[in-house]
T-cell receptor
Framework: DGGITQSPKYLFRKEGQNVTLSCEQN?????MYWYRQDPGQGLRLIYYSQIVNDFQKGDIAEGYSVSREKKESFPLTVTSAQKNPTAFYLC??????????????FGPGTRLTVL | KQEVTQIPAALSVPEGENLVLNCSFTDSAIYNLQWFRQDPGKGLTSLLL???SQREQTSGRLNASLDKSSGRSTLYIAASQPGDSATYLCAAVMDSNYQLIWGAGTKLIIKP
């Protein structure tokens, strides 16, 4: 079955630690996205990538980093510089390059908690 | 500032009722609008995508409409069921910058 997988489902981070969230898709989509979701708020875009080896900052990129070495994979690293990382993180993909014009498909999410 | 608003934030109705969820946007120059469903602790499931040239889209008991002139989209759910209980989010892609702007969602509870 085609889809997007995220791992782990739950992640706990100690103060000062960097952690990496995995996102893999087998939909053959060019574009991939990372969102953060906080209670009662809309999704906020962290980073997006329209093609392999290229990515752009979203609205709240500070304290996060990404890489796009393969079309299928778009891992997100939450660094110690992110002061309030506790949130639900969602990865998405869409077909086509250039702009987020296409229908977005989402993974199941990773809940990150800072201890 | 471009904004997407969903009111109310929560809605509770008896099973079997037809209901309408609202999504308002401040900039009428949208490229498309998408409705999603999110179950607690889960990712988002795409329900319907409406292009700016379309007036409505239908999928089963769901019908989404788009009125750019009034800056409004509605999601109509017919014959609601307890399994429809979830948070429903809308997101609009703006013509000006192709950014995807999200609403905060409406939490829907269908009472058996």
């Amino acid at each position: 079955d085609g889809g997007i997988t995220q791992s782990p489902k739950y992640l706990f981070r100690k103060e000062g630690q960097n952690v990496t969230l995995s996102c893999e898709q087998n939909l053959n989509h060019d574009a991939m996205y990372w969102y953060r979701q906080d209670p009662g708020q809309g999704l906020r875009l962290i980073y997006y990538s329209q093609i392999v080896n290229d990515f752009q900052k979203g609205d709240i990129a500070e304290g996060y980093s990404v890489s796009r070495e393969k079309k299928e994979s778009f891992p997100l690293t939450v660094t110690s510089a992110q002061k309030n990382p506790t949130a639900f993180y969602l990865c998405a993909s869409s077909i086509g390059q250039g702009t987020p014009l296409g229908e977005q498909f989402f993974g199941p999410g990773t809940r990150l908690t800072v201890l | 500032k471009q904004e997407v608003t969903q009111i109310p934030a929560a809605l509770s109705v008896p099973e079997g009722e037809n209901l309408v969820l609202n999504c308002s946007f401040t900039d009428s120059a949208i490229y498309n609008l998408q409705w999603f469903r999110q179950d607690p602790g889960k990712g988002l499931t795409s329900l319907l995508l409406i292009q700016s040239s379309q007036r409505e889209q239908t999928s089963g008991r769901l019908n989404a409409s788009l009125d750019k002139s009034s800056g409004r989209s509605t999601l109509y759910i017919a014959a609601s069921q307890p399994g429809d209980s979830a948070t429903y989010l809308c997101a609009a892609v703006m013509d000006s910058n192709y950014q995807l702007i999200w609403g905060a969602g409406t939490k829907l509870i269908i009472k058996p």
